[in-house]
């Protein structure tokens, strides 16, 4: 879990998800456990260092470790930054002893006046191009290095929160929870390798920093409800939202931003098929089909119909009736039907057919081949579950069949819903996982699998177990 680890001083390394990654302790590099990144470095910062961030496959003293020599990990000591060289960061200011030596030579026997003017302009490019060198540069200290961590993290505090409100936050989303403030906007907007940590600063808390910002009118804070805060209004012309300069994505993060928009989800296309059985072989043998074969209903349709006009099955009197043959009969009707009734509909005779066939379907995701698979999709299920305490968490299944991560989802909704999430094995279920959330949240589902993964409703069912208006949840 993401929030047992440690932050070095350089910040995380960058992983994408589905990496291999070694897992080591404070203060020795030897690995005690090998694992799979669950998430990219990027989404380990934006969720607040809070979910699941690796898969363990191998850990020290499991099974795995006790069929071998049960030897304990050795100490490997971590490493330490290389002294800068000060030779190497001062050569484009010290010169070779040697070469010292002839310069002053050459110095003594020039004329004074030319020895004056030299150290005069010497003295005049020292300063101004020092600055400028590059290979100079090295030798004036960082600014942010003679600040305390206090006051770096107040600094990347204010910043993430005015690039927030700047670039995030907008007025459609007032009022707007304190708590998805944080989690949804001032952490993803934290520079590339740093990790923004508000009890690190001098507010300690964000309600006490937000209180701060009230009294500089930015922002309007109110309680909306007992113990919960909301942003109520923002005052976008102030003078430091205005004059805050938004900072440029470093390349690293450009290129993990665009990787993770390579592949945005789109819903896969479902399509119905019917499967034809062994008592429905006669029926669709004229048109080339043996028991097995996969049809859509407009094939099947066609092929009813051309069966029906081929042997003058359609009533002459009344264009509507379908005269039943023997064929017809052992297909479509049950065994006490077959002596009363003698002729049905159109409709109810396509109807009956597509009822007697077996179902199918076939999913194509965006770029794949299709897939086709018999029976009937499992809709995503949605359920209200109890548990210790009489406390409600809402669980998810059946997400892997519309092409949906549940490891992504679940990731999601922890900073939408702002509670704790799991993903764990479906009961019952071979290679399958449920997300299980904290609280009833089939409101915050809702918007997530309709609006923005854009999947048909009647391939989700719970969703009317979703708290009534007014009802405590």
Not at 47 to 76: A, E
Not at 267 to 295: N, R, W
């Amino acid at each position: 879990m993401l929030p047992g680890l440690v932050v070095p001083p350089a910040g995380l390394p960058q992983v994408q998800k589905g990496d291999l990654c070694a897992i080591v302790l404070v203060g020795n590099r030897a690995p005690v456990a090998i694992g799979v990144a669950a998430m990219s470095t990027s989404e380990m910062l934006t969720s607040g260092l809070k979910g699941r961030g690796f898969s363990v496959l191998h850990t020290y003293q499991d099974h795995l470790w006790r069929s071998g020599d049960k030897s304990s990990p050795p100490f490997i000591a971590p490493l330490a930054p290389d002294p800068p060289d000060l030779s190497e960061e001062k050569g484009s200011v010290q010169a070779d002893p040697t070469l010292q030596g002839d310069m002053r030579h050459l110095a003594l026997e020039g004329e004074e006046e030319e020895n004056g003017e030299d150290q005069q302009m010497c003295g005049e490019k020292t300063l101004p191009e020092a600055s400028e060198d590059p290979s100079i540069g090295s030798l004036n200290p960082d600014p942010t290095d003679s600040k305390t961590l206090q006051e770096q993290m107040d600094e990347l505090l204010q910043q993430c929160f005015l690039h927030a409100l700047k670039c995030r936050v907008k007025k459609a989303d007032l009022p707007l929870l304190t708590s998805t403030f944080l989690g949804s906007h001032v952490f993803s907007c934290c520079p590339e390798g740093r990790q923004l940590d508000i009890k690190k600063s001098s507010y300690r808390k964000l309600s006490k920093f937000l209180q701060q910002m009230q009294q500089e009118q930015i922002i309007q804070v109110k309680e909306l409800s007992k113990g919960v805060e909301s942003i109520v209004a923002v005052d976008w012309r102030h003078p430091r939202i205005t004059s805050f300069v938004t900072p440029e994505p470093s390349p690293t993060s450009q290129t993990v931003q665009e990787g993770s928009r390579e592949q945005p989800y789109h819903p896969p296309d479902i399509k119905p098929l019917y499967c034809v059985p062994a008592s429905m072989t006669l029926l669709f043998q004229e048109s080339g089909h043996k028991k097995g074969s996969v049809l859509d209903g407009n094939e099947v349709r066609g092929i009813v119909i051309n069966y029906a006009k081929k042997n003058d099955l359609v009533d002459a009197d009344n264009k509507n009736l379908v005269k039943l043959d023997p064929i017809l009969c052992d297909c479509i009707l049950e065994k006490s039907e077959q002596h009363t009734v003698v002729k049905l509909p159109w409709d109810s005779l396509l109807t009956r057919c597509l009822e007697k066939l077996q179902p199918a379907y076939q999913v194509t995701f965006p770029g794949q081949e299709p897939i086709v698979k018999k029976g009937r999709i499992c809709p995503i299920d949605i359920t209200l579950a109890q548990r210790a305490s009489n406390k409600k968490v809402t669980v998810v299944r059946n997400l892997e069949a519309y092409g949906l991560d549940p490891c992504t989802v679940a990731a999601t909704l922890q900073q939408r819903c702002q509670a704790s999430t799991t993903v764990t094995p479906a009961p019952g279920a071979k290679d399958s996982l449920q997300v299980q959330i904290q609280g009833n949240q089939i409101h915050h589902l809702s918007r997530l699998l309709l609006e923005e993964y854009q999947l048909p409703r009647k391939h989700i069912q719970g969703l009317e177990k979703a708290p009534k208006p007014g009802k405590k949840k």
